[in-house]
C-alpha cells in the first residue's frame, strides 16, 4: 500500500520526532509484522512509515481520544474546530473548561478532542501541560493565523486509524509492550531524561516521568530483548541513560528543541537513538 502523504502529526508535541525522520527511518528494521508505539505523542515516525498493522499508545487520554475522535468522528470534529475563535477570551474560556469536572464531564468525547486540538493549535509553543491536578495550564500563544483546522489532513489521518490493523489503546507502557506480538518492533519515545535541573519537562500527564521510570523503561526494553524483538529508543544524552543503555547500541544525533523558557538558550542539542540491533 503506498503512503498517503497527506498522513501527518495533527498536534504538536514536546519533542516531536519530525526533524529526526531521516536519522530514524533508515534505523528501523527493514520487516516486521507489527509495529508498536508505546509513547505515541504527534506520531511523527508512525504517520512517516505508516505501517500497515501499528499497536500505538499513550498514557495521556486526552491525546488518545483525538486519535480516537478523528478515527470515529472525524468530520463532526472538524465542525466544530471550525467554530473557534483565535482570540485570549475564547482560548482562556475554552481552556477553563477542565476547572469544572461536573460540567467538562458532561461534554462528549468529540467536544472534548476539538477542545484538545483548538488548545494544542492555540497555545504558546504548541505546550501541551497539565498541573498537578490535570489541569490544562499553559498560555494563550497569540498567534496571528493557527492552522486550527486542517482537514485534508484530519481525513487522511482518520483513514489511516480506520484500516483494520491499527489498534489504539490508553494505558502504562509496560502493558502495551507486553502486547507485541513475535516479529514485532517497538519503537519508543519516552519523556526524555532531563539534561539539567531547570531542563525537565515531563508535564504530559499529571505524575511526571521521573528516573525511576526510566529505569522500569530499561527494564522492559530488557525483556523485550529476551523475547527476541527489536526495539528503537529515543532519549536525551545524558550521563544516566548511556549508563543505563550501555549494553546496547548507542547512535547520538543532534535535534533543535524549543521548549526553555529562555530563547537563547534553545537550539541543538545531543540527544541518543538506542538499539538492540545492528552493530555496536
Known amino acids: 500500500m503506498a503512503k498517503n502523504q497527506l498522513v501527518a502529526p495533527v498536534v504538536k508535541w514536546v ?83 477542565d476547572r469544572d469536572k461536573v460540567n467538562y464531564d458532561l461534554l462528549t468525547d468529540t467536544n472534548k478532542a476539538a477542545r484538545t486540538v483548538y488548545l494544542n493549535k492555540t497555545c504558546y509553543n504548541g505546550l501541551f501541560r497539565v498541573n498537578a491536578a490535570g489541569e490544562f495550564n499553559s498560555p494563550f500563544g497569540n498567534y496571528k493565523n493557527p492552522n486550527i483546522v486542517n482537514a485534508p489532513t484530519l481525513r487522511a489521518v ?48 499529571k505524575g511526571g516521568f521521573d528516573r525511576e521510570e526510566q529505569r522500569r523503561l530499561k527494564r522492559c526494553c530488557d525483556e523485550l530483548t529476551r523475547r527476541g524483538i527489536k526495539f528503537l529508543l529515543s532519549n536525551s544524552s545524558t550521563a544516566f541513560i548511556r549508563e543505563l543503555y550501555a549494553d546496547y547500541n548507542v547512535k547520538t544525533v543532534h535535534a533543535r528543541r524549543a521548549i526553555n523558557s529562555d530563547a537563547r538558550k534553545r537550539g541543538a542539542v545531543e540527544e541518543v537513538l538506542i538499539t538492540n540491533y545492528g552493530a555496536k
Do not use: H, W
Not at 498514557?59 to 475563535?85: A, G, K, S, T
Not at 489511516?160 to 490508553?170: D, E, H, T, V, W
Not at 519516552?190 to 535541573?197: E, F, L, R, V
Open 158 to 205: 482518520n483513514k489511516y486509524l480506520s484500516a483494520p490493523g491499527i489498534q489504539l489503546f490508553s494505558e502504562d507502557f509496560e502493558a502495551t509492550m507486553k502486547r507485541v506480538p513475535e516479529g514485532g518492533f517497538v519503537y519508543i519515545d519516552p519523556p526524555y531524561d532531563p539534561i539539567s535541573d531547570t531542563a525537565s519537562f515531563t508535564g504530559y500527564n
Open 15 to 97: 519533542g516531536g520526532k519530525r526533524q529526526l525522520i531521516d536519522e530514524i527511518v533508515p534505523l528501523l528494521p527493514k520487516k516486521f509484522s507489527t509495529y508498536c508505539e508505546p509513547f505515541l505523542g504527534g506520531g511523527a515516525v508512525l504517520f512517516e512509515i505508516q505501517p500497515k498493522k501499528a499497536i500505538i499508545n499513550d498514557l495521556n487520554d486526552d491525546l488518545m481520544r483525538v486519535y480516537r475522535v478523528i478515527r470515529d468522528n472525524v468530520e463532526e470534529l472538524i465542525i466544530q474546530l471550525q467554530e473557534f475563535e483565535n482570540t485570549a477570551e475564547a482560548y482562556y474560556r475554552i481552556r477553563d473548561l
